[in-house]
C-alpha cells in the first residue's frame, strides 16, 4: 500500500491532522492501534473528566452542542466528541504499527496488516503512551500503583496512601482516595498552581483569551522546560490546590527523594516548591489584571505547608498500604527507527516538524502554550499540515 | 546595571555542558587533619572539574572545635556551623546570579542563618532524637530597585538552584573509608 501521508494515531492530533489533510486533497490513511479515542476509553481513570470546559473543548469538525458548555466532559463525552470528529476521517483501526523507517521514496511502515509505503508520516501517537515510575526500591508488601492501572479507590487495599506527584493527576487522585477513608500522604515537588475560577470566569477562559495560550514555542524563554512543566493543579468544577487537600486532611510532604532501608525520604525544601508556585499564580494573576485593564482581583491565601513537615515516612511499619506514582507520562517511541529521539525520550522537533516529511501533533507546547490542550489542536495541525503540503510540491 | 556576577559566562557554560556531561562532573576535595582534642585544621585548594585537575588561587584553611561550654578549647567554630557557612554562601551567590540575569541592582543583601540542634542526639542521650539540624530557617533583609514580590521570586529561585540547600535538604549517599 502507497499514500502520500500516514498519520500515526487517531486521537485528538491524527484526527485534527486528517481534517487539515483532506482540506487540502492529500491521500492519506490514519492508522490506529486500538479504536478511535483509545487512551481515553482504556487507559483513564473512571472519574476522570476534562481540565477544560465543554465550551473550549472542540475538535476540527466537531464543537460541544450539549445543554452543559460551561461543564467538563467525563471520558464517554470525550469519546463522544473524537468519534464526531473522525466522521470522514480514513481511519483504519486496529492497525499497529511497529516500525517506521526511512526509504527512498520517504518512509516505510511495518504494522500488523503488512507494509505501508509513506511519502510523509505525522506521529500522533500521543504524549502519555507510558507512566513514568521512578525506580525506587519498594519493600515488598506496598502495592504500587499507576495511573494506568488506577480506576478508582475501592480497588486499593485499605490503609494509607502515598500519591507521589502534585500535579493534576496527583491532586485528584489524592482528593479522591482521601474521600475513599483512606489517609494520603501526597508528596508535593515543584507543582503549578491554579484557582478553578478567577473573577466568576474559568482560569482557562483566562488562559485562552489573555493569549497566555496563544504565545509561540518559539517566543518562549525556556522551551525545554514549558514542555516538561507538570500539569496544572486543576479538576472539573472547583479548585484543587494544596490548601484544599490540606483542608480535606491530606498531609503534605516534600518530593520523594529517596527510598532508603524500607523508608521513604522525602525533600525539606517543600516551603520552597509551595513558595514557587504561589508566586507564579500571582504573576499569573497580575498578567490577567493587565490585560483585562482592571485593579487586581482577588488574590490568594500562601500554601500552608505544615511547620515541620516529615520527611521520613516507614513504608515497612503497615502505616501505608499502597504508593500511586502520579510521576508523569512519557510518549513511546520504541517503534520509531529513525534517529530523531534524545537521551532523555523527547522527539527532536522544531514546532512538529521533526525532518524531512516527517511531522508530530498532540504534543505539550508543540507551537503554542496551548497546544498542551485538546483545544489547541486546531491551529497546530493548520500549521504543521500546511508545512507538509507545501513540501508535497 | 552590574552586581558583579558574570551571568553571560554562566548561561555559555550552561548550553556548553548540556552537550558534554562528562565535562560538567566535578569533586571538590577537603583535607583535614586533627590538632588536639577536638580541633582539626581543614584545608581546601584543588578540585577537579571540566575534565582535569584544578585549583583555587590561594588555598583556604578552616579551624573547627567546639565552644567552651562543651569543654574544649574553642580553636574554631563547631563542624555544624560550617553548615550554615556553606548554605548562606550558596543562597546569598543565586540571589545575586539570579538578581543579575533579571537585570536587578542589589544594594544590600543580608541573611541570618539558624540552625535548631537537640544536641542529646550527639550525645546519646536519647535515640528518639536526631544528631542532625532538627529545622534550619534563613531570613534575608535585602534592599534592592525591585518590588517585594520579585525579590521573594529572587529568593525562591535561588534555593531552586542552590547546591547547599539540596544537599541539606535532600539524603545523600556518604561513604567513609579506612585508608
Redesign the interface.
Known sequence: MYVTTAVIGAGHAGLAASHFLTAASVDHVVLERGEVANSWRHERWDSLRLLTPNWLSRLPGAAYEGPDPDGYADMGEVVDLLERSAKDVPVRTGVNVTSVRRSSEGYTLTTSEGPIRARTVVIASGACNRPVVPSFDVPPGVEQVTPFDYRNPSRLPDGGVLVVGASATGVQLAAEIQRSGRPVVLSAG?HVRLPRVYRDRDVLWWMHHAGVWAQRYDELDDLTRARRLPSPQLVAGSTLDLNALTAMGVELV?RL??I?DGAA?F???LR?VA??AD?KL??LLDAFDEWAGTVPGERHEPTRVPK?ARWRLDLRSGEIGSIVWATGFRPDYSWLDVPVVDEKGALVHDGGVVGAGLYALGLPVLRRRGSTFICGIEDDARDVIGHLVRGLR | MSNGVNVQALLDAREVLKGAPEAAQFTWRASSKWQHGVHSTTKIEKFFGLGQEQSHKNESVFEADHPAIFAAEDNGITPIEYLLVGLAGCLTAGVASVAQNRGIKLNSVESVVEGDHDIRGILGADSDVRNGFNDIKVTFTIDADASKAEIEALVAQSQKRSAVFDALTNPTNVTVEVA
Open positions: 515543584e516534600g527523594s529517596a532508603r525520604l525533600s525539606g525544601g520552597n513558595a514557587l508566586l500571582t504573576r515541620s
